[in-house]
Nanobody, 116 residues
C-alpha cells in the first residue's frame, strides 16, 4: 500500500487549504481513511476520517472548517481546511488504517506553511 500527499506548500492566512492523497495497492475495503497533522513542537493531531462504510467523522477541533471526501474509485481522498491561520502550519499526513489487521499505512507527509 502506498500513499502520497500533494498540495500547496504555502497558503495565505484565511484561505482554504486543499490536499489530496493518492492511494495505490489496496485490494480490500477494510480501511479507515484518515487525515492527521503534526504542528511544530506538537504531537500528532487527528483531523478526520472516512470509515470503510463511507461515513465521515471529524475531530471537534476541526469540524466547523473541514471537509474530507473520497472519489468513488477509492484512489484519491481529499482534505479541505478553510479559514486557515498560521496555527495551521504543520506537516499533513494521510493514513490508511487496516481495521482487520490493525496495520497503519502512512504517506510521507507534506509540509504546509500558512503565511500571515
Amino acid at each position: 500500500v502506498h500513499l502520497q500527499e500533494s498540495g500547496p506548500d504555502l497558503v495565505k492566512d484565511s484561505q482554504t487549504l486543499s490536499l489530496t492523497c493518492t492511494v495505490s495497492g489496496i485490494t480490500r475495503n477494510d480501511y479507515s481513511w484518515n487525515w492527521i497533522r503534526q504542528s511544530p513542537g506538537k504531537g500528532l493531531e487527528w483531523i478526520g476520517r472516512i470509515n470503510r462504510s463511507g461515513n465521515i467523522y471529524y475531530s471537534p477541533i476541526f469540524k466547523s472548517r473541514t471537509s474530507i471526501s473520497r472519489d468513488t474509485s477509492k484512489i484519491r481522498f481529499t482534505l479541505q481546511l478553510s479559514a486557515v491561520t498560521p496555527g495551521d502550519t504543520a506537516v499533513y499526513y494521510c493514513n490508511l488504517h487496516d481495521t482487520s489487521s490493525d496495520e497503519n499505512y502512512w504517506g510521507q507527509g507534506t509540509q504546509v506553511i500558512v503565511s500571515s
